[in-house]
């Protein structure tokens, strides 16, 4: 029997490196996949459909939505964010693990309809990294960094559903180091319930006389 892949949920502060961290994941082993979202935002310069994000508009969303084609969907910044459904189970039942890179309303629906999802979340070493990465960026104004940077005050109050908190002083450290909770994870008893369940009882099938 095949080992199903994991479900593996990256938030993390706003200027935290998600980005980075699931790229470097991505070149180093070739068991993850991302899920590419769908959005009602308009694209920025330099994105493209497809890779960063399905864009649409709020008429086809909320269709998705009714045929119960997202496995998770929320509002952010005034615009839709969704998971689309039919992607992540088939690369799960294909063995491979899935990153999803969202954000917290989303990850906790995810937990509550896969509780064997694994929850990571990215934080900088210090607020003043923080704050000096966002300032670093150079596209966005002064009150749009403010303003992710009270979003992260608040989601810091919220993250208890989260298993583990990384801390990326280092991507390819802290890369590894998602990495390694994910190989932990794919051994943990709870992720491996149908799998040992089947061997159960192959064994008692072969063996009790
Ligand atoms: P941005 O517009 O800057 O690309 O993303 C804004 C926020 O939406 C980020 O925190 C990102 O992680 C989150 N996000 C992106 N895709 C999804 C999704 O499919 N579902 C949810 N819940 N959040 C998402």
Avoid: W
């Avoid at 068991?31 to 694209?43: A, E, F, G």
């Avoid at 088939?90 to 929850?119: C, H, M, N, S, Y």
């Amino acid at each position: 029997m095949a080992k199903k892949g994991l479900l593996i949920v990256l938030s993390g502060f706003s200027g935290a490196g998600k980005g980075t961290l699931i790229r470097k994941l991505m070149e180093a082993h070739d068991h993850y996949v991302l899920s590419v979202s769908m959005t009602t935002r308009s694209p920025r310069e330099g994105e493209q459909e497809g890779r960063e994000y399905f864009f649409t508009d709020e008429a086809h969303f909320t269709e998705m939505i009714d045929r119960n084609g997202f496995l998770e969907h929320a509002v952010y910044s005034g615009n839709h964010y969704g998971t689309p459904r039919a992607f992540v189970e088939e690369q799960l039942t294909a063995g491979k693990d899935v990153l999803l890179e969202i954000e917290v309303q989303g990850a906790l629906q995810v937990k509550e309809r896969f509780p064997e999802a694994l929850l990571i979340y990215v934080v900088t070493p210090t607020v003043a990294e923080l704050r000096r990465r966002l300032e670093g960026r150079g596209t966005e104004s002064a009150e749009a960094i403010a303003r992710r940077l009270k979003r992260a005050a608040d989601e810091s109050d919220t993250l208890a559903s989260y298993e583990y908190i990384v801390i990326n002083d280092d991507v390819t450290r802290c890369a590894e180091e998602i990495h390694g909770i994910v190989q932990g994870a794919r051994c943990a008893t709870a992720r491996n319930a149908d799998f040992m369940e089947e061997m159960r009882k192959a064994l008692h099938a072969a063996f009790d006389h």
